[in-house]
C-alpha cells in the first residue's frame, strides 16, 4: 500500500473525541466521510470536482476543502486536532514517493492536520479493503486494459492486466452478425434482435447505423452491443450463452495467475466484479464466478452497498488502530 505514516500520537488512543476521515470522489464530486473510533459516522462533506493524481495543486485544494465542509456541516462538534487517521483514494495507480510528496505538501497547505497519519491508496486498494476488510479478496476490473487485483490473509498482494476482454466481446458478436449469413443455433434470434435495436433493415445498413468500421463511433455503442448479448445470453439463447461464457472462462484465465500466486485455490475469499461488460448485465458476474468455481470452489460474489468515502473511513479506522498497534 502506497502511504505516508509518521509514529502515532498519543491523543489518539484513549480519547473518545478521536476522528478518522475517508476521502475519495465519483465522476462529479468529492466526499469526505468522517467516523469515530467505534465506527459511528460523524458527518459528510461534499464539493464538485474530483481528486486527479496527474493535476495534484487543485486535488490538494479540493481535499483541503472537503475536508472542512465535513467538519463544519457537522452537528457534533468536530476540531482539526481530533482527526487521527485520514485515508485519500485517488484513482489510479499509486506509488511511494508520489504518497509522501502529496501528504508533506497537504500537510503544508493544512498545518492543523500536521498531527494526523495520512494514507494515500489507490482506487484498487479501497476497494479491496471495501470487500475484503484487510483479508483475503479479489478484483476483477473490466476495461481496456482489464485489471485483477488480489490479496491473501497475508496481506500479499498480485496484480494482472488483460487485453481488454469486454470489448473483445463485443466486437466480435457485431462482427458475427455485420459478416455471417448464419452462426449455428441463436443466430436469427441474435441478428433480429440488433436489427430492432438499432432500426436497420439489412447487414449493410446495420454496419451504417453502428459504424463497425469507425473506432469512435464502436465505443459509443459498446455497451448496446454487451446489453443485447447478455439479454439474449439470459433468454438461453444458445449463440449469446456461448460468448458471454467463453469470456467469462477468459477472465478466470486471466485471474488464475493470482489465485495461484496467493494460494487462494482452497480459501474463502469475496471476488467483485466490477465495471465495463460487469456494470452491463448481473449475467457477467455470475458466469464469470461459475467458471472461478473451478479454480477456486470457496469464493463467492461480494455485497458491496456503500457511499462514496464511507468504506475509506473505515479503512482509516483499520489502519490507525494497527498503527496503534505497532505493525506500521
Not at 502529496?102 to 479491496?128: H, N
Not at 476490473?141 to 488483460?162: F, H, K, T, W
Request: charged share 20%; with cysteine.
Amino acid at each position: 500500500m502506497a502511504e505516508y505514516c509518521t509514529t502515532p500520537s498519543s491523543k489518539g488512543g484513549s480519547n473518545n473525541k478521536s476522528r478518522v476521515v475517508g476521502v475519495a470522489c465519483v465522476p462529479s464530486k468529492t466526499t469526505a466521510t468522517i467516523r469515530g473510533l467505534d465506527r459511528s459516522r460523524i458527518s459528510v462533506g461534499r464539493c464538485q470536482g474530483v481528486l486527479d493524481r496527474a493535476d495534484p495543486v487543485p486535488t490538494l485544494h479540493r481535499i483541503q476543502s472537503v475536508i472542512d465542509n465535513a467538519i463544519h456541516v457537522s452537528v457534533r462538534p468536530v476540531d482539526y486536532s481530533d482527526l487521527v487517521c485520514i485515508v485519500v483514494n485517488i484513482p489510479g495507480e499509486m506509488n511511494e514517493r508520489y504518497a509522501q510528496a502529496f501528504v508533506r505538501e497537504l500537510k503544508r497547505l493544512e498545518p492543523r492536520l500536521a498531527g494526523a497519519q495520512i494514507f494515500v491508496v489507490s482506487d484498487l486498494e479501497a476497494e479491496m479493503h471495501r470487500i475484503s476488510n484487510g483479508g483475503p479478496g479479489f478484483l476483477i476490473i473490466s476495461g481496456r486494459p482489464d485489471r485483477g487485483y488480489g490479496q491473501n490473509a497475508l496481506g500479499e498482494c498480485d496484480r494482472v492486466a488483460g487485453p481488454g476482454l469486454g470489448d473483445q466481446l463485443a466486437w466480435q458478436s457485431m462482427h458475427l452478425i455485420v459478416k455471417s449469413t448464419n452462426a449455428g443455433a441463436g443466430f436469427a434470434a441474435l441478428e433480429g434482435r440488433f436489427f430492432d435495436h438499432f432500426g436497420a433493415s439489412s447487414k449493410r445498413d446495420l454496419d451504417d447505423i453502428i459504424g463497425f468500421s469507425d473506432p469512435i463511433e464502436r465505443t459509443s455503442i459498446k455497451d448496446e452491443i454487451l446489453s443485447i448479448v447478455a439479454e439474449e445470453a439470459a433468454a438461453d439463447n444458445p449463440l449469446a450463452l456461448g460468448l458471454c461464457t467463453a469470456t467469462a472462462r477468459s477472465y478466470c484465465a486471466l485471474s488464475e495467475r493470482i489465485v495461484s500466486s496467493l494460494h487462494l485455490g482452497p480459501v474463502i475469499f469475496p471476488i467483485s466484479p466490477r465495471g465495463g461488460l460487469f456494470t452491463v448485465n448481473p449475467i457477467f458476474g455470475r458466469l464469470y464466478l461459475s467458471a472461478m468455481k473451478h479454480i477456486a470452489p470457496n469464493a463467492y460474489l461480494a455485497d458491496i452497498c456503500s457511499e462514496i468515502g464511507e468504506s475509506e473511513a473505515l479503512m482509516a479506522i483499520d489502519l490507525y488502530l494497527r498503527l496503534k498497534a505497532g505493525s506500521c
